[in-house]
């Protein structure tokens, strides 16, 4: 299993044994690196997950569709627009 699974799987296993969807925040840095941090509304444990992990962590929340992470019906997963200095 790579690291992006294991990182999914944990937040699944913690937010899936509650029945629960967690919150998402996204946080970004001027040099467009950014990460994305799911908190349990329940004990407020948070998570830390890359891009990647994140982009996987919406996918088996989908397949799942009990818990996990919910972008809301019909909402695609966030996309920020290009920063200009790196293009």
């Known amino acids: 299993m790579d690291v992006a699974a294991h990182v999914v799987?944990?937040?699944?296993?913690h937010l899936c044994g509650k029945g629960l969807?967690?919150?998402?925040t996204e946080w970004c840095e001027a040099r467009n690196d950014c990460v994305f941090?799911?908190?349990c509304p329940d004990c407020r444990?948070?998570?830390?997950?890359?891009?990647?992990?994140?982009?996987?962590l919406v996918r088996r929340s989908q397949e799942?569709?009990?818990?996990?992470v919910a972008l809301g019906e019909g909402w695609p997963p966030p996309?920020?627009?290009?920063?200009?200095f790196f293009l």
């Open 9 to 13: 799987e944990q937040v699944l296993a």
């Open 21 to 24: 969807y967690g919150d998402v």
């Open 37 to 39: 941090v799911v908190t």
């Open 45 to 56: 444990c948070t998570f830390t997950l890359t891009e990647e992990e994140f982009a996987l």
């Open 64 to 68: 799942v569709q009990a818990c996990g």
């Open 79 to 84: 996309v920020r627009p290009l920063n200009p």
